[in-house]
């Protein structure tokens, strides 16, 4: 009877394992090669900004990887519509382009132009100022869970209305940093208290929470309202698909191809103002 058992036993195994290897092809359709534009000229406060860089690669398919789709050979320029003045980006034959002579001044309008596979991209930003922040310190008051640290913030929003800003939080050790924004719609010309948490997962119900010698890397953009729109629809769609949510759409940024508009590019040009903080969880 046993053998009978084990035999039986055999056999089910063999025909659930027979029937895991079935492959199934899945017919993902690829969409058009595009321009891919990372082209973020971030300014610190306090700095002379003057060495920027600016990234461009090609999209790829869903399912591939490993290849190299840096762009080399295009020519990139952002110009001061303001005075006039150019700033030539040397490629450094890596998909990057890199300039040391660029000059940032608040209020000004710059245009960024590439030409590339004998088509011209375009896009236009505003660099705005940004306010100081000021670090209060941490605290376990403000968050959704009374048990886990924050750090708290204040802002002083200028008395101009249609103030928009960008947070960037890294915790040291961790791969990916977290985002949030706002604008100053309701808190216009007023002190911001702001604080920063991090809860726990509620996928992995691995706790994630700063804890005393924690440190968290804090940079605080100004930016346009047009980036913030931009950044409010990839924010929500990096948060994942559920039962609520909007599916996912195909999101273009502000460069145009003047040359053939049906071939656009992804991606955005920003010019922001940004200040730096770090904090140490006591």
Same mark, same amino acid.
């Given at each position: 009877?046993?053998?009978?058992?084990?035999?039986?036993?055999?056999?089910?195994?063999?025909?659930?394992?027979?029937?895991? #290897?079935?492959?199934?092809?899945?017919?993902?359709?690829?969409? !058009?090669?595009?321009? %891919?534009?990372?082209?973020?000229?971030?300014?610190?406060?306090?700095?002379?900004?003057?060495?920027?860089?600016?990234?461009?690669?090609?999209?790829? *398919?869903?399912?591939?990887?490993?290849?190299?789709?840096?762009?080399?050979?295009?020519?990139?320029?952002?110009?001061?519509?303001?005075?006039?003045?150019?700033?030539?980006?040397?490629?450094?034959? !890596? /998909?990057?382009?890199?300039?040391?002579?660029?000059?940032?001044?608040?209020?000004?309008?710059? =245009?960024?132009?590439?030409?590339?596979?004998?088509?011209?991209?375009?896009?236009?930003?505003?660099?705005?100022?940004v306010p100081d922040l000021n670090i209060i310190g941490q605290s376990r008051e403000d968050g959704f869970n009374e048990d886990?640290? =924050?750090?708290?913030?204040?802002?002083?929003? *200028? +008395? #101009?209305?249609?103030?928009?800003?960008?947070?960037?939080?890294?915790?040291?050790?961790?791969?990916? *940093?977290?985002?949030? #924004?706002?604008?100053? #719609?309701?808190? !216009?010309?007023?002190?911001?208290?702001?604080?920063?948490?991090?809860?726990?997962?509620? &996928?992995?119900?691995k706790k994630e929470a700063f804890q005393p010698g924690d440190?968290?890397?804090?940079?605080?953009?100004?930016?346009? +309202?047009?980036?913030?729109?931009?950044?409010?629809?990839?924010?929500?769609?990096? /948060?994942?698909? /559920?039962?609520?949510?909007?599916? +996912?759409?195909?999101?273009? /940024?502000?460069? %145009?191809? &003047?040359?053939?508009?049906?071939?656009?590019?992804?991606?955005?040009?920003?010019?922001?103002?940004?200040?730096?903080?770090?904090?140490?969880? &006591?």
């Open positions: 009877m046993k053998n009978i058992r084990f035999l039986i036993l055999l056999f089910t195994s063999l025909i659930l394992t027979t029937s895991c #290897e079935d492959v199934i092809d899945v017919d993902v359709q690829n969409a !058009n090669t595009r321009l %891919v534009v990372e082209a973020s000229l971030d300014w610190e406060k306090g700095t002379a900004g003057n060495i920027q860089t600016i990234n461009l690669r090609t999209s790829t *398919p869903f399912f591939e990887s490993g290849s190299n789709t840096s762009v080399t050979g295009a020519l990139v320029t952002v110009t001061d519509l303001d005075t006039g003045t150019e700033f030539s980006f040397v490629d450094e034959n !890596n /998909g990057s382009y890199r300039t040391n002579e660029f000059e940032p001044f608040l209020g000004h309008t710059y =245009e960024l132009e590439i030409v590339y596979n004998g088509e011209i991209f375009t896009a236009k930003e505003n660099l705005n100022s886990d640290l =924050e750090v708290n913030m204040k802002i002083q929003d *200028p +008395p #101009e209305e249609g103030n928009s800003y960008f947070f960037k939080f890294w915790k040291q050790g961790e791969l990916l *940093p977290y985002f949030e #924004e706002f604008d100053d #719609e309701f808190v !216009n010309g007023n002190v911001v208290d702001w604080y920063f948490e991090i809860g726990e997962d509620e &996928e992995t119900e440190t968290v890397e804090i940079n605080f953009y100004s930016i346009s +309202p047009e980036y913030l729109s931009y950044l409010r629809i990839l924010i929500n769609q990096i /948060g994942g698909v /559920g039962l609520f949510d909007s599916i +996912p759409v195909e999101v273009k /940024g502000n460069c %145009v191809n &003047e040359t053939n508009p049906e071939n656009y590019a992804y991606g955005y040009f920003r010019v922001t103002q940004m200040v730096k903080a770090s904090y140490l969880f &006591e």
